[in-house]
C-alpha cells in the first residue's frame, strides 16, 4: 500500500517544480520560432526568388530569342501572341509549333537588341 502511495507521488510530481518549468511563454515558443525562421531563409526565399527570376525570364522573350521547352522541344522563337500568351517556335525549317509562354524553361541564346 506505501509502494503505491509513493509511486502515485513521483507520477503528480511537486508543485513547486511544474511553477518553475512553466516559466516565460516566449522562451518556450523560442525553438520553433528559430525552426521557421531558418526553414525561411533556407528553402522559402530561394524558391520565391528562383520563381521571380523564371517570371521575368517569360515575360522579357522576344521573337528571335533560342529557348528551350519543359517539354526539352529546342527552338526559335518567330513570334509573339501577347493576347493568348502564346509564342510560335520554329522547330526546324518550316516546322512552327505554338506552345505557352509557362511551358519555357530556359533560353538558351538570346537576341540582340
Known sequence: MLFLF???AHALGAPAQQGAEA???FMNML???L???IMYFL???PQYKKQK???NMIEALKKGDKIVT???MHGQIVGVKEKEGIIVVQVAKDVKVEVSRGSVS???EKKDG
Do not use: T
Request: overall charge positive; proline content about 8%.
Open 6 to 8: 509513493v509511486s502515485n
Open 23 to 25: 516559466g516565460n511563454p
Open 31 to 33: 525553438p520553433f520560432i
Open 35 to 37: 525552426m521557421f525562421v
Open 43 to 45: 528553402l522559402i526565399r
Open 53 to 55: 527570376e523564371q517570371q
Open 70 to 72: 519543359s517539354g526539352g
Open 106 to 108: 530556359r533560353v538558351v
